[in-house]
Nanobody
C-alpha cells in the first residue's frame, strides 16, 4: 500500500506558474504508474497527466499539452507537475493517483483512465485569477 501527499497548490495570476508535488510512502515507488487528475467545482474529475513507472513515457490531456510537464524522481518517491501559462480554467483541486504495475505492458488508455489508479492523495487546491 502507498500513501500520497500532494503539495504546492495556491493562488496565482493567469500566466503564472506553479509546481505541484506528490510524495509517496513506501519503498516500491518505481513500481507505480502515477497520474495527475483535477476536479473543478461542479465538474467531474478529469485526467491531466500521467507518467510511466520508469518515467520514460508521459501522457497529457489536450487542454494542458505544451503548458504542463509531469516528471518523477524515483529516488525521492515524488512525482511533480510543473504548470506554466496557467489559465483561469485550470482552477481546480488537483489529485495524484498511483497504481502498482505488475505486468510488462499497459495500453495508453490505462494511463488516462481514472479507474486505473488504486491510491489517491487528499488533493491540493489551485486557483488561477484572471
Amino acid at each position: 500500500q502507498v500513501q500520497l501527499v500532494e503539495s504546492g497548490g495556491g493562488l496565482v495570476q493567469a500566466g503564472g506558474s506553479l509546481r505541484l508535488s506528490c510524495a509517496a510512502s513506501g519503498r516500491t515507488f518505481s513500481s507505480y504508474a502515477m497520474g495527475w487528475f483535477r476536479q473543478a467545482p461542479g465538474k467531474e474529475r478529469e485526467f491531466v497527466a500521467a507518467i510511466t513507472r520508469s518515467g520514460v513515457s508521459t501522457y497529457y490531456a489536450d487542454s494542458v499539452k505544451g503548458r504542463f510537464t509531469i516528471s518523477r524522481d524515483n529516488a525521492k518517491n515524488t512525482v511533480y507537475l510543473q504548470m506554466n501559462s496557467l489559465k483561469p480554467e485550470d482552477t481546480a483541486d488537483y489529485y495524484c493517483g498511483a497504481d502498482r504495475q505488475t505486468s510488462r505492458y499497459y495500453s495508453d488508455s490505462y494511463y488516462i483512465n481514472e479507474g486505473s489508479y488504486e491510491y489517491w492523495g487528499q488533493g491540493t487546491q489551485v486557483t488561477v485569477s484572471s
